[in-house]
């Protein structure tokens, strides 16, 4: 997890987030960890559906900290040490194997919901669909209306925690209320529609409470996996520490998640999909430009007109995956390269229109390294025509800004014995 969203959290002792910090991890020995996953797939074969539960220890692949390890966020802070170095964000993590895993778990219908405390997006980027996910203490990357109760997927973290204002308003026809975060501070009540379906596929839904990285120790939600147990169904916990619900397991797995759910779906005889990140953004250009600076040298006669790169979701917001400025290369109609009148204004190039016609911009966007992506830097061509000197246009570009595979990360694959569903 995110040392900036632990740093917006309001600051809280050791026994208000849940108790001891910093316990013992444990990892079991390979054979008993293969036999439990075994016994894993049985159950999961023979149920009627499977909620998930996940925390922050799912994500600790993606090189994500979690809170309350012997290196953990919480776990630091309270010793007054300082938070370890990562050059991961929560803006360029990858989903894990256990994400991807997971996801295709609920494609297939095995997975009803997952019910996550984490804050980071992952299982979203995974493509989980909103309707099979409750978010219990909300997610980095949305904002909603307060007004009209939109909700917006960006792909920067908010900077604020506690349902606070972010500053943009809602694009709804009509609405233009005022965004807020949607992240929990401690203080803040769960999301209400999110709890209560959570709370139903606990006790009526699924017969399988499969808990995936969390310390279950911060309530109410360390509670709702017991739910299906006390309805007469399995509680099942993949942890390296103890958790206060461990008496009440039928299976308990000391081991990583990404090591068991690896094995998991070969038991089951399933794929796990490699990862691809999609991201957006706009180019766009103006021959409005007004009050551009020149150079004695420059022509002060011609139409001036500016092509920028902006952000998806509106100007002015980050484009936290780009590695630096887009750079541009600008072919007038007759083939010339033209050069920029100054540098760059607000985002602008600007240049002089000495031609009218149709004009190529070479659009270069340099990513950032952590995304793995499979051509770095991506390249566009954005055409535009410049004919009376009021034209404007936008286009929105769609990129492969990373891809994860997970096959180097897998056990040798079981051909025989799979359980079947």
């Given at each position: 997890?995110?040392?900036?969203?632990?740093?917006?959290?309001?600051?809280r002792?050791a026994?208000?987030?849940?108790?001891?910090?910093?316990?013992?991890?444990?990892?079991?020995?390979?054979?008993?960890?293969?036999?439990?996953?075994?016994?894993?797939?049985?159950?999961?074969?023979?149920?009627?559906?499977?909620?998930?539960?996940?925390?922050?220890?799912?994500?600790?692949?993606?090189?994500?900290?979690?809170?309350?390890?012997?290196?953990?966020?919480?776990?630091?802070?309270?010793?007054?040490?300082?938070?370890?170095?990562?050059?991961?964000?929560?803006?360029?993590?990858?989903?894990?194997?256990t994400?991807?895993?997971?996801?295709?778990?609920?494609?297939?219908?095995?997975?009803?919901?997952?019910?996550?405390?984490?804050?980071?997006?992952?299982?979203?980027?995974?493509?989980?669909?909103?309707?099979?996910?409750?978010?219990?203490?909300?997610?980095?990357?949305?904002?909603?209306?307060?007004?009209?109760?939109?909700?917006?997927?960006?792909?920067?973290?908010?900077?604020?925690a506690?349902?606070?204002?972010?500053?943009?308003?809602?694009?709804?026809?009509?609405?233009?209320?005022?965004?807020?975060?949607?992240?929990?501070?401690?203080?803040?009540?769960?999301?209400?529609?999110?709890?209560?379906?959570?709370?139903?596929?606990?006790?009526?839904?699924?017969?399988?409470?499969?808990?995936?990285?969390?310390?279950?120790?911060?309530?109410?939600?360390?509670?709702?996996?017991?739910?299906?147990?006390?309805?007469?169904?399995?509680?099942?916990?993949?942890?390296?520490?103890?958790?206060?619900?461990?008496k009440?397991?039928?299976?308990?797995?000391?081991?990583?998640?990404?090591?068991v759910?690896?094995?998991?779906?070969?038991?089951?005889?399933?794929?796990?999909?490699?990862?691809?990140?999609y991201?957006?953004?706009?180019?766009?250009?103006?021959?409005?430009?007004?009050?551009?600076?020149?150079?004695?040298?420059?022509?002060?006669?011609?139409?001036?007109?500016?092509?920028?790169?902006?952000?998806?979701?509106s100007?002015?917001?980050?484009?936290?995956?780009?590695?630096?400025?887009?750079?541009?290369?600008?072919?007038?109609?007759?083939?010339?390269?033209?050069?920029?009148?100054?540098?760059?204004?607000?985002?602008?190039?600007y240049?002089?229109?000495?031609?009218?016609?149709?004009?190529?911009?070479?659009?270069?966007?340099?990513?950032?390294?952590?995304?793995?992506?499979?051509?770095?830097?991506?390249?566009?061509?954005?055409?535009?025509?410049?004919?009376?000197?009021?034209?404007?246009?936008?286009?929105?570009?769609?990129?492969?800004?990373?891809?994860?595979?997970?096959?180097?990360?897998?056990?040798?694959?079981?051909?025989?014995?799979?359980?079947?569903?």
């Amino acid at each position: 997890m995110s040392g900036g969203y632990a740093d917006r959290l309001t600051f809280r002792g050791a026994e208000a987030l849940g108790g001891k910090l910093g316990e013992r991890e444990y990892e079991d020995e390979d054979v008993s960890v293969n036999a439990a996953v075994d016994e894993l797939g049985k159950v999961i074969a023979e149920s009627r559906g499977v909620a998930v539960y996940t925390g922050a220890g799912i994500s600790t692949s993606c090189g994500i900290p979690d809170f309350r390890g012997p290196n953990g966020i919480w776990t630091l802070q309270a010793q007054g040490l300082p938070l370890p170095k990562t050059e991961m964000t929560l803006e360029l993590a990858s989903p894990s194997l256990t994400h991807m895993a997971l996801a295709e778990l609920v494609k297939r219908g095995v997975i009803k919901l997952i019910v996550s405390q984490n804050v980071d997006d992952l299982h979203r980027r995974s493509g989980v669909p909103e309707d099979k996910l409750a978010e219990l203490h909300g997610n980095c990357f949305l904002e909603k209306c307060h007004r009209c109760k939109a909700t917006y997927r960006r792909d920067f973290e908010m900077l604020t925690a506690g349902f606070k204002f972010t500053g943009r308003r809602c694009t709804k026809r009509g609405c233009r209320g005022k965004l807020k975060d949607f992240v929990l501070d401690w203080d803040d009540a769960l999301p209400e529609d999110d709890l209560a379906k959570a709370e139903e596929y606990a006790r009526s839904k699924t017969d399988v409470a499969l808990c995936l990285g969390t310390s279950l120790r911060i309530a109410p939600a360390c509670q709702i996996p017991v739910l299906t147990k006390k309805c007469g169904g399995k509680l099942v916990i993949v942890n390296l520490q103890k958790t206060p619900k461990d008496k009440h397991s039928d299976l308990k797995i000391h081991a990583k998640c990404d090591r068991v759910m690896a094995r998991l779906m070969d038991v089951l005889g399933m794929e796990i999909p490699p990862y691809t990140r999609y991201s957006e953004l706009v180019v766009e250009h103006t021959s409005n430009a007004k009050h551009v600076v020149r150079s004695k040298k420059q022509k002060q006669n011609n139409t001036v007109f500016g092509v920028r790169t902006t952000s998806v979701h509106s100007e002015g917001c980050p484009i936290p995956f780009l590695d630096g400025s887009a750079s541009q290369t600008l072919y007038s109609p007759s083939g010339k390269v033209l050069e920029p009148l100054v540098g760059k204004v607000g985002g602008w190039s600007y240049f002089d229109c000495e031609e009218r016609g149709a004009y190529r911009c070479e659009f270069a966007f340099p990513l950032k390294p952590q995304l793995n992506a499979p051509k770095n830097p991506v390249t566009h061509e954005y055409r535009f025509q410049i004919e009376d000197g009021t034209e404007e246009g936008r286009e929105t570009v769609p990129l492969i800004t990373g891809i994860r595979r997970f096959d180097q990360d897998r056990p040798e694959r079981r051909e025989n014995k799979k359980a079947k569903i």
